[in-house]
């Protein structure tokens, strides 16, 4: 039976550690417990909001005036054929819960996406990626509840219209889909993909990557390097997604700045490097004001102390955003996604 709690402080689900309560507050556990939840919402005429880990969102210092569902459903089923595995995870696993057993049986496919905070529900949202990787090149099917007519269905890879750390499910078509559970494509025979220059120089000069293990335990220590413990300190990860830019744009930046990272992305467009900007442009890399700072091991990352709130997040980001279109004429967007009214 589903448990609906009120005015429930929400800063304890979110990596940043900040947020006021949620008007109601629900941790459905099955499919059912879902419709419930949704089905009390339209009665009362409230919002509704989907948290996973709260690794990847900002939620105001009032709170959510409606209904907040953090999904607690948290089975995994695997179906071998031939050389492939079919993975099948419900949107409250761990995401990094599922990387580690996917490792542990020997599959490969998610494997650079080690590490990652949240769970399988908002890594889908979001399209998470890292290293080369993102999470839709996996996936399958995704399978939703649709509160409008009230029935579950499957949406296949194409129809997620998956892209660039996004998908459906954050625009108007999709925002109101619940993901339910995910399928994975997975394989059991694979090689290393060593076209990362973290990964290139780990491989070279600390320890040789030529397993499934070896991949993970790599990527884990990179991580750990680069972004802080989460049990100390504030933060939701890399803040602003790296721009997508036309050439022109880009050869405008490469002609100041020569040795600026450039990934071709199609024949008119790059992507850079966020994080080189604000670090190597803006000099803001390890820049704090109050409460609220850029982590000295990675200028992507906003940190925070216990003091911090989301207005303030907001405008240390804005700072960033206007002195990146002041240099360089360039727009950062974020890549959290912010839940409540907060003033950016």
């Known amino acids: 039976m589903l448990i609906l709690s009120e005015q429930e402080s929400l800063a304890q689900y979110t990596t940043f550690k900040i947020g006021g309560p949620a008007a109601y507050f629900a941790e459905p556990e099955s499919d059912e417990e879902v419709r419930e939840a949704i089905a009390f919402a339209e009665e009362k005429q409230l919002p509704v909001v989907v948290l996973g880990g709260g690794s990847n969102v900002l939620i105001a210092d009032q709170g959510f005036p409606g209904l907040v569902l953090h999904m ?53 949202v979001q399209n998470v990626g890292a290293y080369g990787k993102e999470v839709a090149e996996c996936i399958e099917w995704v399978e939703v509840y649709d509160p409008v007519t009230e029935v579950i269905r499957r949406l296949d890879r194409a129809s997620c219209h ?21 399928a994975f494509q997975l394989k059991k025979n694979g090689a290393p993909a060593l076209n990362y220059k973290d990964l290139v120089e780990y491989d070279k000069n600390e320890k040789p990557i030529q397993t499934l293990g070896d991949v993970r335990e790599a990527i884990l220590a990179i991580r ?17 997604k790296n721009p997508i830019v036309s050439n022109t744009v880009r050869d405008v930046l490469m002609k100041r700045y020569p040795d600026a990272p450039h990934y071709p992305v199609d024949e008119a467009h790059t ?22 700072g850029s982590w000295e091991g990675q200028a992507l990352v906003l940190i925070t102390d216990t003091k911090a709130t989301a207005e303030e997040v907001t405008q240390f980001a804005s700072k960033i955003i206007s002195a990146c279109m002041e240099k360089t004429n360039i727009l950062l967007e974020a890549e959290v996604i912010f839940v409540g009214d907060i003033k950016k």
Do not use: Q
């Open 72 to 124: 607690a459903n948290k089975e995994i089923t695997w179906t071998t054929e031939g050389e492939t595995t079919l993975a099948v995870s419900d949107a409250g696993v761990a995401w990094d819960f599922f990387v580690s057993e996917c490792v542990m049986r020997g599959l490969w496919g998610v494997e650079a996406l080690s590490g990652i905070p949240g769970t399988i529900g908002g890594g889908i």
């Open 162 to 182: 998956f892209a660039y750390r996004d998908s459906v499910f954050k625009h108007e078509e999709g925002k109101h889909l619940i993901i339910l559970r995910a």
């Open 224 to 240: 750990a390097r680069k972004f802080p413990d989460l049990r100390t300190i504030g933060t939701a990860g890399s803040f602003f």
């Open 271 to 292: 992507k850079l490097s966020a994080a080189w900007i604000i670090d190597h442009v803006l000099k803001m890399r390890g820049v704090s004001e109050g409460h609220v």
